[in-house]
């Protein structure tokens, strides 16, 4: 029966017209992320983007007056009586924001769970900037901590270069420390990736900063570990070579099929 | 920060490195330099200066102690002796435990040296409690009053690490038992209805968490039209439409993120397609329910969109012409992943039509009920495979009338045995007595 038919196809006629979905290339980015981090028992946590003064500043060693408030210009929200109750607030950090990093999610987690921990937060976070190509009032983050008892520095070395190699497909990844400061963490460092023979800026890390886990009811002489965070559109843009992070979230859809 | 290279260099009597290979160093261990300048037979380096180090810079002589560290020289800067210096103790072991590197006692007291500590070495007294082998040595570190960022020995770690040199930390794989991670139900069900949308042909998009007006304003908006937090994601999926359609015929788009409404943060799911129906977009929203393990919901008419979407007594969503939107935390609650398992018939099923006129504003759901509901189990499954206008033009009461007609398939099949054309036609009587017991309903023959 096929042989009769057959004789009336012709194969070079182009086939006819289907449409697939495409999955934002930042979603496809956290989803490889996900997947590359739970296979070494990273558990996937979420929070708020509409957060507290609390967990997103205090909470995280960065205090009213602390430099580090300048160096992230956030976005406040306007409040009155109503607002402040509804967003159930802790204690009197009723100050409301949005989220400028996920370590936030950090905080939450540890308050409900006990050590030890290995988890990553992906997320939207807003910093209040001038857009240009390289900057946006929104992106994608993803932060990981790692607590444990042994947890060191070597090993946050060892997490993030395997996981950059896993999530660029090239094991010929290297990448390098360098000398940098964040409040919640202690040492602090810059993270470096060597990527076709150049160095990028790809995240910062550090150790937990001891005065967290004590915040966290956690004994510091027991417990230790690491932080990291990078944002996911510098990733996505450094994969697909995209020179615009505001393509992103143009819903502009000759730039979303090629994904 | 712009630093002369002509005065770091006065104070050393070695020959320092180039100014690019200073600035590298710096850029490693200290101060990211960001350029090099030539400038009147200088050079200037431009140094980002972090915030913890602001006070040790005030006077430039932080980089000289930094230099003086990296390269092992000695400084000439003579400081006078602070007549009181904050003491931190850290135990040798803290190096490793902290670092992951074993770093030779020597090297450690010479960093903190040249970074203007004072350094004395204790013997811990032994304790029971102390099972450190050997290693119950303490430094006590006296900080100079310029550097009043080191506080904590994970500080003075930080110190001795950054100039010691970070690339000499060989990675290690973190130890402890590998457990696999507990799951994150909600994010699973992201995963789930981003796979049935994109499944079903629709372009994920994320528009910005700002509009216009909304419930949550902001102090400091990016832009005069960003002044508040977004209440929806339709709008922003029509503005999507708006601009795509210049180069798009059919586009099919949907956004799964976060909304700010009065009663706070919550998730949504919205859905656009320019060139559906409320029946394709109605058609769409039914399998993304059904592929999250909801079945139990209904749809209602609505005062300004078409119909609301109702599930446990609650509105979970809305469809208008060609968009919906779902509270999708509401559909987190309801949904479930476990599909079980029904045993497939083994016999054959018969299809039987039955087509009938009713009035134009009749709800098809009102003949389905009648038709389930008199039927019994053997009906496994109704399809309304036609719906029309129809004006009776021949005699009889219903002469002249707008009426519409509504045809289904019912499909019924036992899981005992084959069933008999008697069996069913016995059923499909008591279904056309039973539309036919309403008025405003008559079966066509």
Same mark, same amino acid.
């Given at each position: 029966?096929?042989?009769?038919?057959?004789?009336?196809?012709?194969?070079?006629?182009?086939?006819?017209?289907?449409?697939?979905?495409?999955?934002?290339?930042?979603?496809?980015?956290?989803?490889?992320?996900?997947?590359?981090?739970?296979?070494?028992?990273?558990?996937?946590?979420?929070?708020?983007?509409?957060?507290?003064?609390? =967990?997103?500043?205090?909470?995280?060693?960065?205090?009213?007056?602390?430099?580090?408030?300048?160096?992230?210009?956030?976005?406040? /929200?306007?409040?009155?009586?109503?607002?402040?109750?509804?967003?159930?607030?802790?204690?009197?950090?009723?100050?409301? /924001?949005?989220?400028?990093?996920?370590?936030?999610?950090?905080?939450?987690?540890?308050?409900?769970?006990?050590?030890?921990?290995?988890?990553?937060?992906? !997320?939207?976070?807003?910093? @209040?900037?001038?857009?240009?190509?390289?900057?946006?009032?929104?992106? =994608?983050?993803?932060? !990981?901590?790692?607590?444990?008892?042994?947890?060191?520095?070597?090993?946050?070395?060892?997490?993030?270069?395997?996981?950059?190699?896993?999530?660029?497909?090239?094991?010929?990844?290297?990448?390098?420390?360098?000398?940098?400061?964040?409040?919640?963490?202690?040492?602090?460092?810059?993270?470096? @990736?060597?990527?076709?023979?150049?160095?990028?800026?790809?995240? !910062?890390?550090? @150790?937990?900063?001891?005065?967290?886990?004590?915040? @966290?009811?956690?004994?510091?002489?027991?417990?230790? !570990?690491?932080?990291?965070?990078?944002?996911?559109?510098?990733?996505?843009?450094?994969?697909?070579?995209?020179?615009?992070?505001?393509?992103? =979230?143009?819903?502009?859809?000759?730039? /979303?099929?090629?994904? | 920060?712009?630093?002369?290279?002509?005065?770091?260099?006065?104070?050393?009597?070695?020959?320092?490195?180039?100014?690019?290979? %200073?600035?590298? %160093?710096?850029?490693?261990?200290?101060?990211?330099?960001?350029?090099?300048?030539?400038?009147?037979?200088?050079?200037?380096?431009?140094?980002?200066?972090?915030?913890?180090?602001?006070?040790?810079?005030?006077?430039?002589?932080?980089?000289?102690?930094?230099?003086?560290?990296?390269?092992?020289?000695?400084?000439?800067?003579?400081?006078?002796?602070?007549?009181?210096?904050?003491?931190?103790?850290?135990?040798?072991?803290?190096?490793?435990?902290?670092?992951?590197?074993?770093?030779?006692?020597?090297?450690?007291?010479?960093?903190?040296?040249?970074?203007?500590?004072?350094?004395?070495?204790?013997?811990?007294?032994?304790?029971?409690?102390?099972? &450190?082998?050997?290693?119950?040595?303490?430094?006590?570190?006296?900080?100079?009053?310029?550097?009043?960022?080191?506080?904590?020995?994970?500080?003075?770690?930080?110190?001795?690490?950054?100039?010691?040199?970070?690339?000499?930390?060989?990675?290690?794989?973190?130890?402890?038992?590998?457990?696999?991670?507990?799951?994150?139900?909600?994010?699973?069900?992201?995963?789930?209805?981003?796979?049935?949308?994109?499944?079903?042909?629709?372009?994920?998009?994320?528009?910005?968490? *700002?509009?216009?007006?909304?419930?949550?304003? %902001?102090?400091?908006?990016?832009?005069?039209?960003?002044?508040?937090?977004?209440?929806?994601?339709?709008?922003?999926?029509?503005?999507?439409?708006?601009?795509?359609?210049?180069?798009?015929?059919?586009?099919?788009? *949907?956004?799964?993120?976060?909304? *700010?409404?009065?009663?706070?943060?919550?998730?949504?799911?919205?859905?656009?397609?320019?060139?559906?129906?409320?029946?394709?977009?109605?058609?769409?929203?039914?399998?993304?329910?059904?592929?999250?393990?909801?079945?139990?919901?209904?749809?209602?008419?609505?005062?300004?969109?078409?119909?609301?979407?109702?599930?446990?007594?609650?509105?979970?969503?809305?469809?208008?012409?060609?968009?919906?939107?779902?509270?999708?935390?509401?559909?987190?609650?309801?949904?479930?992943?476990?599909?079980?398992?029904?045993?497939?018939?083994?016999?054959?099923?018969?299809?039987?039509?039955?087509?009938?006129?009713?009035?134009?504003?009749?709800?098809?759901?009102?003949?389905?009920?009648?038709?389930?509901?008199?039927?019994?189990?053997?009906?496994?499954?109704? &399809?309304?495979? &036609?719906?029309?206008?129809?004006?009776?033009?021949?005699?009889?009461?219903?002469?002249?009338?707008?009426?519409?007609?509504?045809? *289904?398939?019912?499909?019924?099949?036992?899981?005992?045995?084959?069933?008999?054309?008697?069996?069913?036609?016995?059923?499909?009587?008591?279904?056309?007595?039973?539309?036919?017991?309403?008025?405003?309903?008559?079966?066509?023959?």
């Amino acid at each position: 029966m096929a042989d009769k038919n057959k004789k009336n196809i012709d194969v070079t006629v182009p086939g006819k017209k289907m449409e697939r979905g495409h999955l934002h290339p930042l979603t496809q980015a956290m989803d490889k992320a996900g997947d590359i981090f739970q296979s070494m028992g990273f558990e996937v946590a979420d929070g708020p983007e509409l957060e507290t003064e609390y =967990y997103n500043f205090d909470a995280l060693n960065i205090p009213a007056d602390h430099p580090a408030r300048a160096m992230q210009d956030t976005f406040w /929200l306007r409040q009155n009586e109503l607002k402040s109750q509804i967003s159930n607030l802790k204690n009197n950090e009723k100050k409301l /924001l949005l989220r400028t990093h996920t370590s936030s999610v950090q905080i939450r987690y540890m308050e409900r769970n006990q050590p030890p921990f290995r988890i990553i937060s992906p !997320g939207r976070v807003f910093r @209040m900037e001038a857009t240009d190509a390289t900057h946006e009032t929104q992106f =994608y983050q993803i932060e !990981g901590l790692m607590v444990d008892r042994k947890t060191n520095l070597a090993n946050l070395k060892a997490v993030i270069k395997i996981f950059l190699q896993r999530f660029f497909d090239d094991d010929n990844i290297d990448i390098r420390f360098r000398a940098s400061y964040f409040p919640f963490v202690e040492p602090g460092v810059e993270v470096d @990736m060597k990527f076709k023979d150049k160095w990028l800026e790809i995240a !910062g890390a550090g @150790m937990v900063h001891p005065k967290i886990l004590d915040n @966290m009811k956690l004994d510091p002489n027991e417990w230790q !570990g690491f932080a990291f965070g990078m944002s996911v559109d510098r990733l996505a843009m450094i994969k697909h070579k995209i020179d615009d992070i505001r393509l992103f =979230y143009s819903g502009d859809l000759r730039f /979303l099929k090629q994904f | 920060m712009n630093i002369s290279y002509n005065w770091i260099q006065k104070h050393f009597d070695e020959k320092l490195p180039a100014p690019e290979k %200073l600035a590298e %160093l710096l850029t490693m261990h200290s101060q990211e330099v960001e350029s090099v300048e030539p400038k009147n037979g200088d050079y200037e380096l431009d140094a980002k200066i972090l915030p913890n180090r602001a006070y040790d810079y005030i006077d430039y002589l932080g980089v000289i102690r930094d230099i003086a560290a990296i390269l092992k020289l000695n400084a000439k800067i003579s400081l006078p002796e602070p007549k009181e210096r904050e003491i931190i103790f850290v135990k040798e072991s803290d190096f490793e435990k902290i670092l992951g590197v074993k770093i030779p006692e020597k090297e450690i007291t010479d960093i903190l040296n040249r970074l203007g500590m004072e350094i004395s070495k204790k013997s811990l007294p032994a304790t029971p409690e102390r099972s &450190d082998g050997g290693r119950g040595e303490v430094f006590s570190v006296g900080v100079p009053s310029e550097r009043p960022d080191l506080k904590i020995k994970e500080d003075i770690a930080e110190e001795v690490a950054r100039i010691y040199g970070y690339e000499k930390i060989k990675e290690k794989s973190p130890e402890g038992l590998l457990v696999p991670p507990k799951r994150n139900d909600a994010l699973l069900f992201v995963s789930i209805t981003r796979k049935i949308m994109v499944g079903l042909g629709f372009f994920e998009v994320y528009n910005y968490s *700002f509009a216009k007006s909304g419930d949550w304003e %902001l102090q400091n908006p990016p832009s005069q039209d960003k002044k508040f937090l977004r209440t929806n994601l339709t709008s922003g999926l029509e503005a999507n439409i708006k601009e795509n359609s210049k180069y798009f015929k059919n586009i099919k788009i *949907f956004e799964l993120e976060k909304i *700010f409404s009065k009663s706070g943060e919550r998730m949504a799911i919205g859905a656009i397609s320019n060139k559906a129906d409320f029946y394709e977009m109605k058609g769409v929203a039914d399998e993304l329910l059904n592929g999250l393990g909801i079945d139990d919901f209904f749809y209602k008419d609505h005062d300004n969109k078409v119909a609301e979407v109702q599930a446990d007594g609650k509105t979970i969503g809305h469809i208008d012409t060609n968009s919906f939107e779902f509270d999708f935390d509401e559909l987190v609650k309801l949904a479930d992943e476990a599909a079980e398992y029904e045993p497939i018939s083994k016999y054959p099923a018969i299809v039987r039509d039955i087509a009938v006129f009713v009035l134009l504003n009749e709800k098809v759901e009102n003949v389905l009920d009648v038709i389930e509901n008199t039927a019994g189990k053997l009906l496994i499954d109704t &399809d309304l495979f &036609d719906i029309y206008p129809h004006t009776i033009t021949g005699v009889g009461v219903y002469e002249n009338e707008e009426r519409k007609s509504l045809a *289904f398939h019912l499909i019924f099949q036992s899981p005992e045995k084959t069933l008999t054309d008697g069996e069913i036609n016995a059923v499909m009587e008591k279904v056309f007595e039973a539309v036919e017991a309403n008025d405003d309903w008559e079966v066509r023959k």
